[in-house]
């Protein structure tokens, strides 16, 4: 073995320090150096020189991993037996990692991070697909009374389904992502519309707003008051389809005490919720695109809607469903999320270090 001249430095290998054992007992033989002198000459604090000796008797020259074998905070065999168990049933619903982390906590069966889901999944041999992410959308500037809580700012658009020779209007909020309403029929008109915000606005339980009959009157008549204290409550947002910009819709939704907000003409990122909604919908209910009867088209869509409400989970609104975003439940729900995390961890902590005093 070879030494290099200089200083030891603070960390060795275990070759290193057999030699400079060697070499100390050497100069003991030798010379008669001590083992103080001998230290100061390598330049080595002579305790260090009798931990190596005593560990050398020992055979443990070698230097251990530092800490235990087992982090504290190292995820229980339980744990993961039971991340397993929501990604077996729910994985085709969820497809999402993200979504199985949440989906444990509300069914009470684990509480851990998005991360920790998708190691235990890997390792399992379970991986589930990502949806791409989305490119940045640019907003147009919204009226400053329209506050960021549902119930205020509603979306809808237009679908068509090819089997059925029929197209669907769809009435979002924007906030809670809750469908509230529905319209099926062969033809997109202001008709439609109409139909489609009045089944929300009931759904809503907004229904008093369409019964001001005087405002009504004057807005048929052709006149639409200024500075109305009663005009806009909710804001619509829409493209500048001719169904949508049409003076029925106008003069109905005057009426119904909402404010229209267009996006920008081939621009279909100012109506990205709905956009996203449409194809969620498409991509996990591929089965509507078969069905070819208007009556079972339209039935079809309202069981979706009861499940996309009250069942799945909805990522951008910090994987609740809608209807607890939309009912105020959403909050709670992802307070107990985060504290079951914090007393989760706690447990994993207490049980690692009392398994280290037991060992």
């Given at each position: ?5 200089g ?5 060795v290998?275990a070759?290193?320090k057999a030699g400079?054992?060697?070499l100390?007992a050497?100069?003991h033989?030798?010379?008669?150096w001590?083992l103080r ?12 020189l ?8 020992e055979?443990?020259?070698?230097d251990?991993?530092p ?7 190292a995820?229980?065999d339980w ?8 990604a077996e049933?729910w994985g085709?619903?969820d497809r ?5 982390a949440?989906r ?6 684990v ?6 889901v998708?190691?235990?999944l ?6 589930l697909p990502a949806a791409?992410?989305?490119?940045p959308?640019v907003?147009t ?10 119930g ?8 068509h ?7 669907a209007v769809?009435v979002l ?10 319209v099926?029929?062969?033809?997109e008109s ?7 915000f ?7 339980g907004?229904?008093h707003l369409?019964?001001?009959?005087q405002l009504?009157?004057e807005?048929?008549a ?10 806009p409550?909710l804001l619509?947002?829409?493209d500048n ?8 819709t106008?003069?109905?939704?005057a009426?119904?005490r ?7 003409p ?6 990205a ?5 449409f ?9 509507l695109e078969?069905i070819?009867?208007a009556?079972?088209l ?7 809607r009861?499940?996309y409400?009250a069942?799945r ?9 809608p ?12 307070a107990?999320r ?9 447990q994993?902590?207490?049980?690692n270090r009392?398994?280290r005093?037991?060992?």
């Amino acid at each position: 073995m070879g030494l290099t001249a200089g200083l030891v430095p603070s960390r060795v290998d275990a070759p290193v320090k057999a030699g400079l054992l060697e070499l100390v007992a050497h100069a003991h033989e030798q010379a008669g150096w001590s083992l103080r002198r001998s230290a100061g000459v390598l330049g080595i604090e002579h305790t260090r020189l009798l931990r190596w000796t005593l560990r050398a008797t020992e055979d443990r020259l070698t230097d251990a991993n530092p800490g235990p074998d087992v982090p504290v905070h190292a995820l229980l065999d339980w744990e993961r037996e039971a991340i397993l168990e929501p990604a077996e049933k729910w994985g085709e619903l969820d497809r999402s990692h993200r979504k199985l982390a949440h989906r444990g906590s509300r069914l009470e069966l684990v509480h851990v991070s998005e991360s920790t889901v998708w190691r235990v999944l890997v390792a399992a041999g379970v991986i589930l697909p990502a949806a791409p992410a989305r490119e940045p959308r640019v907003k147009t500037p919204w009226p400053q009374w329209a506050e960021l809580v549902p119930g205020v700012i509603y979306i809808y658009d237009f679908t068509h389904f090819r089997a059925s020779k029929r197209c669907a209007v769809a009435v979002l909020d924007v906030v809670s992502r809750y469908w509230l309403s529905t319209v099926v029929s062969a033809e997109e008109s202001s008709t439609q519309v109409e139909v489609a915000f009045t089944d929300a606005l009931v759904a809503d339980g907004k229904a008093h707003l369409l019964e001001d009959e005087q405002l009504l009157g004057e807005l048929h008549a052709g006149i639409v008051p200024d500075n109305d204290e009663r005009i806009p409550v909710l804001l619509a947002l829409s493209d500048n389809g001719p169904q949508m910009t049409s003076r029925a819709t106008a003069v109905f939704m005057a009426g119904a005490r909402i404010a229209q907000h267009f996006g920008r003409p081939s621009t279909p990122n100012d109506q990205a919720w709905v956009e996203s909604f449409f194809g969620h919908l498409k991509g996990e209910f591929p089965h509507l695109e078969k069905i070819k009867d208007a009556g079972e088209l339209a039935r079809e869509l309202d069981r979706c809607r009861t499940h996309y409400n009250a069942v799945r989970l909805h990522e951008g609104i910090g994987y609740v469903t809608p209807d607890d975003e939309h009912r105020g439940r959403g909050k709670t729900i992802r307070a107990a999320r985060r504290a079951g995390l914090a007393a989760a961890r706690q447990q994993r902590l207490a049980t690692n270090r009392q398994l280290r005093k037991d060992h």
